[in-house]
């Protein structure tokens, strides 16, 4: 003999809800794996280093090419003309071409202007050439 219990359809009715309990199980599982892992990343190791008397190297003051916004050229805070930034650069970095020049431009100088000056820079000799720019703040 059987009964019915329901007392109504016989079909199933869909259930529209997501099951979270195994992602949070994984979570968990995650987490742990994490909290064990993370100290065991880190290189803790007690060290005596000795004591040195080396002196300190001296750097050399950055050299600085700047193209203005009205397309003229200054080394370091001097102005300077086209025609002698080969020697002028020869004399600022004492005939060491491999000392880097830094170049900076103004943002409304076009870029077919800065590329020139590189080609400049490249006919003198000078083939170590940092753009610089001014890093933008990070706004949260």
Same mark, same amino acid.
């Given at each position: 003999?059987? &009964? #019915?219990?329901? %007392?109504?359809?016989?079909?199933? !009715?869909?259930?529209?809800?997501? !099951?979270?309990?195994?992602?949070?199980? $994984?979570?968990?599982?995650?987490?742990?794996?994490?909290?064990?892992?993370?100290?065991?990343?880190? &290189? =803790?190791? @007690? $060290?005596?280093?000795?004591?040195?008397?080396?002196? @300190? @190297? @001296?750097? =050399?003051?950055?050299? /600085?090419?700047?193209?203005?916004?009205? %397309?003229?050229?200054?080394?370091? !805070?001097?102005?300077?003309? #086209?025609?002698?930034?080969?020697?002028?650069?020869?004399?600022?970095? !004492?005939?060491?071409?491999?000392?880097?020049? /830094?170049? #900076?431009?103004?943002?409304?100088?076009? /870029?077919? =202007?800065?590329?020139?000056?590189?080609?400049?820079? #490249?006919?003198?000799? %000078?083939?170590?050439?940092?753009? &610089?720019?001014?890093?933008?703040?990070?706004?949260?």
């Amino acid at each position: 003999m059987s &009964v #019915r219990l329901d %007392h109504g359809e016989d079909t199933l !009715n869909e259930v529209h809800e997501i !099951n979270v309990t195994p992602f949070i199980d $994984v979570m968990l599982v995650l987490l742990i794996i994490f909290m064990v892992a993370a100290p065991l990343a880190t &290189v =803790d190791i @007690q $060290v005596n280093l000795p004591k040195l008397d080396a002196t @300190q @190297q @001296q750097r =050399d003051k950055p050299i /600085y090419l700047t193209v203005k916004a009205d %397309h003229t050229l200054a080394l370091g !805070n001097d102005p300077i003309s #086209r025609d002698a930034l080969g020697g002028a650069l020869d004399t600022a970095t !004492n005939g060491d071409k491999d000392k880097p020049i /830094y170049l #900076r431009g103004d943002k409304s100088v076009p /870029y077919g =202007d800065m590329v020139e000056v590189m080609d400049l820079l #490249r006919k003198a000799g %000078h083939l170590k050439i940092g753009l &610089v720019g001014l890093e933008k703040a990070s706004t949260p």
